[in-house]
């Protein structure tokens, strides 16, 4: 069974930067999906970023391009989302996703494993 790991949440000033970090195990094969939704009070859980290690792609929703970005250490399943220039409207729960398949999905619907959520509060 897959497990999923993250951190690195907290509060930070507009225009701040925090990491997250998302520890996978349990894979059965090189073969997987692996990224961070986030979910803000009162709204649909939405996909922030996904890796796949099948063809090493990675893709940013649009609110999120340019200012965050999502690396990823093969030899643990570990992936880091660095968050920079964050703004109010970034402050949700955050939480690491993960699916053995091939591509990325934009829908929640698209990824069978969850880790634990961890909140980002960006706040003055």
């Known amino acids: 069974e897959v497990q999923l790991q993250a951190s690195g949440g907290g509060l930070v000033q507009p225009g701040g930067s925090l990491r997250l970090s998302c520890a996978g195990s349990g894979f059965s094969s090189d073969n997987y999906i692996i990224g961070w939704f986030r979910q803000a009070p009162g709204k649909e859980r939405e996909a922030v970023s996904c890796?796949?290690?099948?063809?090493?792609?990675?893709i940013y929703a649009d609110s999120v391009k340019g200012r965050f970005t999502l690396s990823s250490l093969h030899t643990n399943k570990t992936v880091y989302l660095q968050m920079n220039s964050l703004k109010p409207e970034d402050t949700a729960v955050y939480y690491c996703?993960?699916?053995?398949?091939?591509?990325?999905?934009?829908?929640?619907?698209?990824?069978?494993?969850w880790g634990q959520g961890t909140l980002v509060t960006v706040s003055s």
């Open positions: 996703t993960a699916d053995q398949t091939f591509s990325c999905s934009w829908y929640a619907q698209g990824y069978k494993f």
């Open positions: 890796y796949s290690n099948i063809d090493g792609s990675t």
